[in-house]
């Protein structure tokens, strides 16, 4: 076998000189393989396919045009780039199988792998042959996605996407909302984060992926991402709520932005939990305790009225400040 990797560098080495095409190398390899010459590695397991049980792509263009097509104009043509993974990871036999059984006999699909009618997980275990590592699915063993049955496919289409990038089955944020109903309710409330009108996706929040972080009995909470100084994913465009502030209001360091804020989206203000600001602050902080010069009496009075006595009239600065521990500025 390695011999025959030589040879199939040399014919490489040929071709690319001669400057023709180089899927062509794919078929020179391919055809190179049906010989009966290629037996199993040593330390190949028994039930992976011998070299010899691949045809390579250009075999399966002869009858797969239409997908032929669609996949040589996508990032997975690249795979025939790179020779070091052998034919088990290059063209259309790195997701669909060895296909040498599948040609000569294309009668009997069971010779070939179908993706449609395979279960998530086996779907999942495919893709992940390559895909598993890397920054964004270095945590994919702990998605929600997958521990609920939801597989590469759901959302990723190898032949027939329609965002080219990334390979999308839709566009965000319809492909979400195709699963997630009341998360579009979210956000068509009055006050939301502007995901429908494209300034920001759901993926700048969540890791569809999966995430590290904070567990939940099973599972990683909500996929969510963290800013790039693993905090939360708020910081990552709101870098002022961050501080760190000299008088920080414990709530928000501790309990995180959603104690106050609903992050998709609501018919508050701000999209906060309540209308009546007041009532928020009241939740944690029990009037008797307050020592103020005005009375609370007065306070939620004049609030319910004008909002001009809105705690946050004179706490202004609620998420932290520098120079007043009450928050006054
Ligand atoms: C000699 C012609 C021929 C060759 C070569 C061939 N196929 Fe097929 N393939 C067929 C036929 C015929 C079917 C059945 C089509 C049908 O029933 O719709 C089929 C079915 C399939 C299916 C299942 C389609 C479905 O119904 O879901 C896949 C996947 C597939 N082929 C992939 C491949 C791949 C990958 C290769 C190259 C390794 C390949 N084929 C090579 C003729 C061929
Ligand atoms: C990255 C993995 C991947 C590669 C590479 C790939 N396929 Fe597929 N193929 C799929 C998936 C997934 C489906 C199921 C339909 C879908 O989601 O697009 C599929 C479906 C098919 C089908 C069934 C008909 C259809 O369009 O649904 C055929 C036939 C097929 N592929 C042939 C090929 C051939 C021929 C190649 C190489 C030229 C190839 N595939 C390369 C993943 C792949
Ligand atoms: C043989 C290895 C291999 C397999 C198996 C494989 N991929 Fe890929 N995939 C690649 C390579 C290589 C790229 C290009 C990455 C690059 O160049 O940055 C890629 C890119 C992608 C991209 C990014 C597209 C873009 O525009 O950036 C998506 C999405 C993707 N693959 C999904 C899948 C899915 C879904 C499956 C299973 C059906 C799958 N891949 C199976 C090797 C593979
Ligand atoms: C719930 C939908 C969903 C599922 C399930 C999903 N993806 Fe994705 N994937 C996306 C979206 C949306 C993007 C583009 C936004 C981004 O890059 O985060 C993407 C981007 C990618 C990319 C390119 C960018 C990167 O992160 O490298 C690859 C590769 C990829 N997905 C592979 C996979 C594989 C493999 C699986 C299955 C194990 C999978 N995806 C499951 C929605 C999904
Ligand atoms: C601004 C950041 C942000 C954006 C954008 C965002 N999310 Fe979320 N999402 C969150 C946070 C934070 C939570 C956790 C809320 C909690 O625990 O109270 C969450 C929770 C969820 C949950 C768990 C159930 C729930 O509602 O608490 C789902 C499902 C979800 N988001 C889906 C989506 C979808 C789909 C989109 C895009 C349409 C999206 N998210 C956009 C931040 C965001
Ligand atoms: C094919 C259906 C499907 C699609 C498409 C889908 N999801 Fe999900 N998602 C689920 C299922 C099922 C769960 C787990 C059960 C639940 O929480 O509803 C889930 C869970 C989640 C969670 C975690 C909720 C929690 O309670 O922790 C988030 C966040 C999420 N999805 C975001 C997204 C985003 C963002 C997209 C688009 C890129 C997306 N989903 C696309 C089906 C889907
Ligand atoms: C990807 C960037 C991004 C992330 C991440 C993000 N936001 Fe925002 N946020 C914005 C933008 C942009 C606005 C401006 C509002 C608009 O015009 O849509 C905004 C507005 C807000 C507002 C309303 C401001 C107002 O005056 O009405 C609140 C509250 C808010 N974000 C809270 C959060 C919380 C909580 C999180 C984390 C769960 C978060 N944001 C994560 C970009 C982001
Ligand atoms: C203790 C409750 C509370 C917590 C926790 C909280 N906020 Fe707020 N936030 C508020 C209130 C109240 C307002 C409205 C302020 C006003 O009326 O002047 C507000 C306003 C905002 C605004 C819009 C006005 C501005 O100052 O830019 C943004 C953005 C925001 N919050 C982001 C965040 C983020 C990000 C977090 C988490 C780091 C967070 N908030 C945590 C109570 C809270
Ligand atoms: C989720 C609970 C929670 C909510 C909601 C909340 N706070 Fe706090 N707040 C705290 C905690 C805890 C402290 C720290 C108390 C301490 O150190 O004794 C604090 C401290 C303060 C302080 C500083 C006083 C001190 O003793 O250090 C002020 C002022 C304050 N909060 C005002 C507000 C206002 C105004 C609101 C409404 C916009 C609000 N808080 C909402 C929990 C909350
Ligand atoms: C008219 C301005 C004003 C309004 C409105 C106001 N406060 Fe205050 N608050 C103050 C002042 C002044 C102090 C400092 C009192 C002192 O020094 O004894 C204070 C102190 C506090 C403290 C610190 C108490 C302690 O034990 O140290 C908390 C907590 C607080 N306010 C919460 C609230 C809440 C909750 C609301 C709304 C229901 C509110 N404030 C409305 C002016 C105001």
């Not at 590469?152 to 390979?167: F, R, Y």
């Not at 994913?233 to 959603?258: I, L, R, T």
């Not at 009037?287 to 009239?313: F, I, R, Y």
């Amino acid at each position: 076998m390695r011999r025959l990797n030589n040879i199939g560098t040399i014919i490489f080495l040929f071709v690319a000189i001669s400057v023709v095409p180089l899927t062509f190398v794919r078929s020179a390899v391919g055809a190179a393989g049906d010989t009966p010459s290629a037996a199993a590695q040593p330390g190949q397991s028994a039930a992976s396919p011998a070299d010899s049980e691949y045809v390579g792509a250009e075999r399966c263009k002869t009858c797969h045009e239409k997908n032929y097509d669609s996949w040589s104009k996508s990032v997975h043509f690249r795979t025939t780039l790179d020779t070091r993974g052998g034919p088990s990871k290059q063209g259309c036999e790195a997701c669909h199988g060895a296909g040498a059984s599948h040609a000569a006999d294309p009668s009997d699909k069971s010779k070939i792998f179908l993706f449609k009618k395979a279960s998530p997980g086996e779907v999942n275990a495919r893709c992940l042959t390559c895909h598993a590592s890397g920054p964004t699915h270095l945590n994919s063993p702990n998605s929600f996605h997958r521990q609920n049955d939801v597989s590469c496919i759901d959302c990723h289409s190898p032949h027939h996407a329609t965002v080219k990038e990334s390979l999308l089955v839709k566009s965000q944020p319809a492909l979400c909302y195709s699963c997630h109903l009341q998360q579009k309710s979210q956000f068509n409330m009055p006050e939301h984060h502007r995901v429908n009108e494209g300034l920001i996706q759901c993926t700048d929040c969540h890791n569809q992926h999966g995430t590290g972080g904070v567990w939940e009995s099973d599972h990683l909470v909500r996929q969510l991402r963290t800013s790039d100084s693993g905090d939360f994913v708020c910081y990552k465009c709101h870098a002022d709520k961050q501080g760190p502030f000299v008088f920080a209001h414990a709530s928000v360091k501790v309990e995180g932005c959603a104690t106050c804020h609903i992050p998709h989206g609501g018919a508050n203000p701000h999209m906060l939990k309540y209308s009546n600001v007041n009532l928020l602050c009241l939740q944690c902080h029990t009037t008797a305790a307050l020592p103020h010069g005005p009375s609370m009496d007065k306070v939620m009075d004049a609030q319910n009225a004008t909002q001009q006595q809105a705690c946050t009239l004179c706490h202004v600065q609620i998420h932290g400040s520098n120079f007043s521990n009450y928050f006054f500025r």
